[in-house]
């Protein structure tokens, strides 16, 4: 059971572009929602996160927009560069003891091209 | 600052083989949390160590088993490996829930031939 669910698999972006990764989750007892760079080789590390009771947050280059009706939320990666080119993982989990595990979508290879 | 080690990065082994993989959490992080992650998939959720003992577990078989060490450390192992074990498994840890964020080491590479 696929409880969260990422597009597009793939994706390409000039550089300078936008880059924009969507998410979809099922368990509205979720109410952390992280996004993981992956470059290969090596293992996701924690880019930036969000929890369901703010509809946006951005970090530098790095936005995360987040519709709770929806169950949907996205990563922006504003003035797209080579060195973003890694995959890229959404996540969500619970917060209470004892039930915290990521739930990882399937990934999105991103690859900025000058 | 030493992140999270993972013990060895490759490894091969044979079909109804045992492997034992290990992890040394970052300095001052208490739980270990254990995730396969197939060729081209998001990791999967094994089971996480707190105080040294399995506080939760994903859906796998009894075949994967674990431990965490007074010192934080933790080891996955696997009895009667099948050719769907090949993956990577990557180890995180953290201090406190997972709001405060998980650190990944660089896994460890199985393949079963």
């Known amino acids: 059971q696929q409880q969260v669910k990422q597009s597009p698999q793939s994706l390409i972006v000039q550089k300078g572009g936008i880059s924009i990764i969507n998410c979809a989750y099922e368990?509205?007892?979720?109410?952390?929602f992280p996004w993981y760079q992956q470059f290969p080789g090596k293992g996701p590390a924690l880019l930036i996160a969000?929890?369901?009771?703010?509809s946006e947050k951005k970090e530098g280059r790095f936005t995360i927009s987040f519709n709770k009706s929806a169950k949907q939320f996205s990563l922006h990666i504003m003035d797209s560069q080579p060195g973003d080119s890694a995959t890229y993982f959404c996540?969500?989990?619970?917060?209470?003891?004892?039930?915290?595990?990521?739930?990882f979508g399937t990934g999105t290879r991103l690859t900025i091209i000058p | 600052d030493a992140g999270v080690t993972q013990s060895p990065t490759h490894l091969i082994k044979t079909r109804g083989q045992q492997v034992t993989l290990r992890c040394s959490p970052k300095?001052?992080?208490?739980?270990v949390s254990w995730y396969q992650q197939a060729l081209g998939q998001g990791p999967q959720f094994i089971f996480q160590?707190?105080?040294?003992?399995?506080?939760q577990r994903g859906n796998f078989p009894d075949r994967f088993s674990g431990h965490q060490f007074p010192n934080y450390s933790s080891e996955l192992n696997v009895n009667a490996l099948l050719l769907g074990d090949s993956a990577l498994y990557l180890c995180?840890?953290?201090?406190?829930?997972?709001?405060?964020?998980?650190?990944f080491g660089s896994g460890t590479r199985l393949t079963v031939v």
């Open positions: 300095s001052g992080h208490d739980t």
């Open positions: 969000i929890r369901p009771d703010v």
């Open positions: 160590y707190y105080e040294e003992e399995e506080r």
């Open positions: 996540a969500a989990s619970r917060t209470n003891f004892g039930n915290e595990k990521l739930t």
């Open positions: 368990n509205t007892a979720f109410d952390y």
């Open positions: 995180a840890s953290s201090l406190g829930g997972v709001t405060y964020g998980y650190t």
